[in-house]
């Protein structure tokens, strides 16, 4: 939960648990953003728009990684997805929606191959009162793993509801007022001795300035 931005050389601390179980220094931390292997990663994607009706975009994603070439004491990750997205709107309501999905695949050993099927998919609905605007959000997510392996699966689902206000009284100032409610059920919670599922609520304040 939150709106931390990932730069290209910045790293991203994982959850402890994770770090354990891979033995590692705590905190553990990891590079997002590594070329390994020779092969190009490419997209390709088609969009079409109707006055009346809106845009609709389709896009298909492959970063060629090889699952099992060892890098930076990882290993790459063959992750590949589908995205289908929709602008359109209501009388005076905006509607966005975007939904994907896809696989990721890691094999340290032939003996270590997992697949990850993930999903996630939202619908956001806006609409702006001259300064003023606000917009409500519902996403679904979920993973599903695969391995070949005694480890436990490390699945997860849940949903999301965002509710947000804004209000610009200059053009280079924004003030926003947003909550947000996570409902998930996360199976790795358990390594922790902690509950798998978990409601977690954030009401935040922000103000963005703009030049």
Same mark, same amino acid.
């Given at each position: 939960?939150?709106?931390?931005?990932?730069?290209? +050389?910045?790293? &991203?601390?994982?959850?402890?648990?994770?770090?354990?179980?891979?033995?590692?220094?705590?905190?553990?931390?990891?590079?997002? %953003?590594?070329?390994?292997? *020779?092969?190009?990663?490419?997209? @390709?994607?088609?969009?079409?728009?109707?006055?009346? &009706?809106?845009?609709?975009?389709?896009?298909? $994603?492959?970063?060629? @990684?090889?699952?099992?070439?060892?890098?930076?004491? =990882?290993?790459g990750w063959r992750t590949k997805f589908t995205s289908l997205?929709? *602008?359109?709107?209501?009388?005076?309501?905006? &509607? +966005?929606?975007?939904?994907?999905?896809?696989?990721?695949?890691?094999?340290?050993?032939?003996?270590? #191959?997992?697949?990850?099927?993930?999903?996630?998919?939202? +619908? &956001? @609905?806006?609409?702006?009162?001259?300064?003023?605007?606000?917009?409500?959000?519902?996403?679904?997510? =979920?993973?599903?793993? !695969?391995?070949?392996?005694? @480890?436990?699966?490390?699945? !997860?689902? =849940?949903?999301?509801?965002?509710?947000?206000?804004?209000?610009?009284?200059v053009r280079w100032v924004r003030l926003t007022a947003e909550?947000?409610?996570?409902?998930? $059920?996360?199976?790795?919670?358990?390594?922790?001795? +902690?509950?798998?599922?978990?409601?977690?609520?954030?009401?935040?304040?922000?103000? #963005? %300035?703009? %030049?």
């Amino acid at each position: 939960m939150g709106d931390r931005y990932t730069t290209l +050389l910045d790293n &991203l601390r994982q959850p402890d648990v994770v770090g354990s179980r891979q033995r590692r220094t705590l905190p553990f931390e990891t590079e997002p %953003f590594l070329q390994i292997g *020779d092969k190009p990663s490419w997209y @390709a994607g088609v969009a079409a728009r109707q006055n009346d &009706l809106g845009r609709l975009t389709l896009l298909y $994603y492959d970063n060629e @990684a090889e699952p099992a070439q060892p890098s930076h004491g =990882g290993f790459g990750w063959r992750t590949k997805f589908t995205s289908l997205g929709l *602008d359109t709107g209501i009388g005076d309501w905006v &509607l +966005l929606s975007q939904a994907m999905t896809g696989t990721t695949e890691v094999a340290s050993t032939p003996a270590s #191959r997992s697949i990850t099927r993930f999903r996630a998919a939202y +619908l &956001l @609905a806006g609409r702006y009162f001259g300064d003023w605007s606000i917009a409500a959000r519902v996403d679904l997510f =979920g993973t599903h793993e !695969e391995h070949s392996n005694t @480890a436990p699966e490390l699945s !997860e689902h =849940g949903h999301a509801l965002t509710a947000a206000v804004s209000w610009r009284p200059v053009r280079w100032v924004r003030l926003t007022a947003e909550a947000l409610q996570v409902d998930s $059920y996360r199976q790795v919670r358990q390594v922790e001795g +902690l509950a798998p599922r978990a409601v977690e609520n954030q009401f935040q304040l922000s103000a #963005r %300035f703009f %030049f």
